[in-house]
């Protein structure tokens, strides 16, 4: 078995490509189409995915919904500003959250939000130095989170996102993501309509993105990184609609990689997805052996990253950082607002 090392997923990228803001229309972003056994490509815009996907095919979304996760407060005892990302609910009221700075949030702290709308205490602090913290507040914690909450957009984009709503897809259902599923970021209602006039089979899954997803890749040696466990649900629905595309030998094509490791975890050996919901926290890199995808909707990633690796187990590690090399000469936007790639 090969031994990978993080640098044999590095590329170099310009900072200029790093999409800043949304596209006005988002199905005009552009799209690579790359075959994964040739490595051959071709270059379109990504409303003509129509052309690709065939009647029985079975495109898989991920239906989750992004909350306005980061909360800017104050120390209550001091002023001072700090910074809280919500990670995971834990209880009712109690939630794992990241930081900043952490070092002057000790269990004991009280913190205030929004002109005191939300209060909260530090409770304790658990692994990665992730706090336990409990809130305090008057009414629905969704609205006021609607009201104070900005959207946890990641760290390389750096400009304010005018409309929460372009960090969100046309389909988003659930809340409970840190993060946007963002390859399903280029779908607009009129496209969806379009593909399903077209007889391609929709099949909804959730699986709630952890800022785990974003993780950088510290081992040297792949296989030493921990990946963090993410909930997903797969519906009876959407269980039967995947097994029955995949018995009449079409393909099933996934939305992002969440899509693609929601169907992964869920698979037997035989292929096929079982409903239900769980905790994953697959990890997909080259030698991995697909059990039910056979092709991938994706945005551009960061280098190093576990996306990288990922797409690279299903198109091969050259072909993918050849396209990778093809989409900065041919100027495409990288990342969560940037261009699309379909990998068949």
């Keep these: 078995m090969t031994e990978w090392k993080k640098s044999d997923f590095y590329f170099d990228l310009p900072k200029e490509l790093i999409a800043q803001d949304p596209l006005e ?81 000790k269990p004991g702290t009280l913190l205030v939000f929004g002109d005191g709308f939300l209060h909260a205490r530090v409770l304790e602090t658990v692994e990665e130095g992730n706090r336990l913290i409990h809130f305090t507040y008057e009414g629905i914690f969704e609205e006021i989170l609607d009201r104070l909450g900005e959207m946890p957009l990641p760290p390389y984009i750096t400009h304010k996102l005018q409309d929460k709503n372009r960090y969100q897809t046309v389909y988003a259902r659930y809340e409970g993501s840190a993060a946007a599923p963002t390859a399903g ?16 089979e929709i099949a909804y899954v ?62 037997g050996e035989d292929g096929l997805v ?20 056979d092709a991938l909707i994706t945005n551009f990633h960061l280098p190093e990253s576990t996306l990288v690796m990922l797409v690279s187990a299903l198109a091969g590690r050259e072909h993918v950082l050849d396209a990778y090399r093809e989409a900065i000469s041919e100027k495409y936007r990288f990342f969560s607002f940037g261009d699309a790639m379909f990998i068949q």
């Design 25 to 105: 229309d988002r199905s005009s972003s552009r799209l690579l189409v790359l075959d994964k056994e040739s490595g051959k490509t071709k270059h379109h815009v990504f409303k003509d995915i129509l052309q690709y996907l065939h009647p029985g095919d079975c495109l898989v979304l991920n239906n989750t919904k992004v909350i306005p996760a980061r909360l800017l407060g104050r120390k209550a005892d001091t002023g001072a500003a700090v910074e809280v990302l919500l990670l995971k609910r834990k209880d009712n009221d109690i939630w794992e959250t990241l930081v900043k700075p952490g070092k002057k949030c």
């Design 185 to 200: 970021l280029h779908f607009t209602e009129e496209l969806l309509g379009e593909i399903e006039a077209k007889g391609v």
């Design 206 to 267: 959730t699986l709630h993105v952890g800022l785990g997803t974003f993780r950088p890749v510290k081992a040297d040696n792949i296989l030493e990184h921990h990946m963090h466990e993410e909930f997903y649900q797969i519906t009876k629905e959407a269980a039967e609609k995947i097994n029955a595309a995949k018995k009449n030998g079409k393909r099933i094509i996934c939305v992002g990689t969440t899509s693609c490791r929601t169907v992964e975890s869920a698979a």
């Design 274 to 293: 079982r409903e239900g919901s769980g905790s994953t926290e697959i990890f997909i890199y080259p030698g991995y052996r697909f059990k039910v995808l």
